[in-house]
């Protein structure tokens, strides 16, 4: 069972920036894929980025060239680099992962449904 705890979540300006982080108790982090995704109140969820064990990364178009995914493996932790922050980026955000082959291909809508999550955190974006 992997368990995932995100944090960083908050309250800020639009075009502000927040990072959110997300611990990873599997041992075995690197063969995982991992990836970001989102759900406002009333609406689906959204893949937001996606990350392999190799480090390829793939962005949802809406936040491509804002966010950044990353991960620290001697940390076993999972970023989110969030900026120039848009108040339609008010949403709960939820790190995900699954075990996942190498070189398998990304898919960024995929991650909302990966085996594993994490509680969420709150993000609030005000105009």
């Known amino acids: 069972q992997v368990q995932l705890v995100e944090s960083g979540g908050g309250s800020v300006q639009a075009g502000g920036s927040l990072r959110l982080s997300c611990e990873v108790s599997?041992?075995?982090?690197?063969?995982?894929?991992m990836g970001w995704f989102r759900q406002a109140p009333g609406k689906e969820r959204e893949g937001l980025a996606v990350?392999?064990?190799?480090?390829?990364?793939m962005y949802a178009d809406s936040v491509k060239g804002r966010f950044t995914i990353s991960k620290d493996n001697g940390k076993s932790t999972l970023f989110l680099q969030m900026n120039t922050l848009k108040p339609e980026d008010t949403a709960m955000y939820y790190c995900?992962?699954?075990?996942?082959?190498?070189?398998?291909?990304?898919?960024?809508?995929?991650?909302?449904?990966?085996?594993?999550r994490g509680q969420g955190t709150q993000v609030t974006v005000s105009s």
């Open positions: 995900a992962a699954e075990f996942c082959f190498a070189n398998i291909v990304l898919m960024v809508s995929r991650v909302p449904d990966f085996d594993y």
């Open positions: 599997e041992h075995t982090y690197t063969r995982l894929c």
């Open positions: 990350i392999d064990g190799d480090g390829r990364t």
